[in-house]
Each structure stands twice: as structure tokens, then as C-alpha cells.
């Protein structure tokens, strides 16, 4: 009787066993997770802070880059998503700020867009004034930037990105103002501007223009 009694205990803890690990490793990968996720932020808030008080000696955007940035109010953010091998698009709003030369956009943190952002730093922006829909207006150019996003999702900092986007955007509080909304900080290393006859001028923060390719 005894005998059975320790077998069936035996047998009801290897079940218990069984069906406890794949929980616990669950639970040890997403603790694992959070501390990379919190240690790659910290680094990135670091850099984020040591690049913007170098942003002084920056050379200035081309005066029609500074033109379509303070006259548009909506660009195209490209992301990579590393895990699929394919890359994620988002329509957004954004506000330039000129004192810093820099691009604040926000997101909701239960994107897919958000959670690629918190694995790179990397991103693409498209910013454009070609007529659309037969309007008949007269585009300028089509902008595509590329440089470093930063998340600022707390502190002095995030209140004033947000504070100044939702200023320029006061008719979309939704996607600018609540507890699940980060700031992004886009700074621009690198532009391609292409006019209505498909010219094309590089400009580079180490160099400025680079003259038409």
C-alpha cells in the first residue's frame, strides 16, 4: 500500500514536472528579455543624450530640406524587421524641431513598429509635397532621410518632445498624448533629395551637400 502510495506522489510530481518547466523557462527567457530590453534603452537614452550635445557643430540642412520639414507635417517611417527578414512601414506624424535639427514623431508601445524600434536604432524617413490625387499643386521634392531613432518614453525630456509635437498637431491628441505613447527622436546622418525632374543632391552631416547624381 505504502509502495503504491510513493509511486502514485512520484508520479503526480514528474507530471507536475512535466508541465511546470516549458512555464518556468517561459518565465526565465521574458525576465531575461526585459533586463537586455531595459539595458539596450539605457544605452540608447546615453547615446541619445551624448549626441544631442554634439548637435551644435552639425552642419545645417539644405535650405529645401529645412523648407518641405517645417511645411509637412506627415512622413513615412521605415523600420527593419530583423526577425521575418522584411521591413515594416508606418504613416506618422511628426514635428521638426530646428533648434536641435532634429524629427519627434510618437507611437503607440503596443506596435509592431515599437518593438522593432527597440531592437535598432537605424531608420529611414520619407518626407514629400508631390501632388497627389490630381490636385493640381506644383511638388517640390521627395526627401528621404536616413539617421538614428531614439525612444524617450520618460522624464524631463519626453514631456518637451511631446509637448512641442502635439503643439504642430493639435487636431491628433490620440496618438501623441497617454500612458502607453513614446517619443521618438529621429537625428538625421544622411538625405537624398529628389526634385520633380528626378535630380537627385546628397547631403551628408559630415560633409553637407555633395553636389547632383
Known amino acids: 500500500m505504502s509502495f503504491a502510495k510513493d509511486k502514485s506522489v512520484v508520479s503526480t510530481a514528474l507530471t507536475l514536472t512535466v508541465f511546470a518547466l516549458p512555464i518556468l523557462a517561459q518565465i526565465y527567457f521574458h525576465r531575461r528579455e526585459n533586463v537586455k530590453d531595459q539595458a539596450r534603452r539605457r544605452q540608447w537614452r546615453q547615446s541619445f543624450t551624448q549626441h544631442k550635445s554634439k548637435t551644435w557643430y552639425r552642419p545645417p540642412f539644405p535650405p529645401i530640406v529645412l523648407d518641405l520639414l517645417v511645411r509637412c507635417r506627415l512622413a513615412y517611417l521605415s523600420t527593419v524587421d530583423t526577425d521575418n527578414d522584411s521591413s515594416h512601414l508606418s504613416l506618422m506624424r511628426y514635428t521638426y524641431i530646428p533648434e536641435e535639427e532634429v524629427i519627434v514623431m510618437s507611437t503607440n508601445m503596443k506596435t509592431k513598429k515599437f518593438s522593432m524600434l527597440k531592437k535598432q536604432t537605424g531608420v529611414a ?20 532621410l536616413n539617421g538614428k531613432c531614439y525612444i524617450v518614453s520618460d522624464g524631463p525630456d519626453a514631456e518637451r518632445y511631446r509637448a512641442a509635437h502635439l503643439e504642430a498637431n493639435k487636431d491628433y491628441p490620440q496618438f501623441i498624448v497617454g500612458e502607453d505613447v513614446a517619443m521618438l527622436v529621429v537625428e538625421v546622418d544622411e538625405a537624398r533629395i529628389c526634385d520633380i525632374n528626378d535630380k537627385v543632391t ?11 547624381v
Open 202 to 212: 546628397k547631403w551628408n552631416v559630415d560633409s553637407g551637400l555633395e553636389g547632383s
Open 125 to 144: 524617413v520619407l518626407v514629400h509635397d508631390f501632388t497627389q490625387f490630381g490636385s493640381g499643386e506644383n511638388g517640390v521634392c521627395s526627401i528621404t
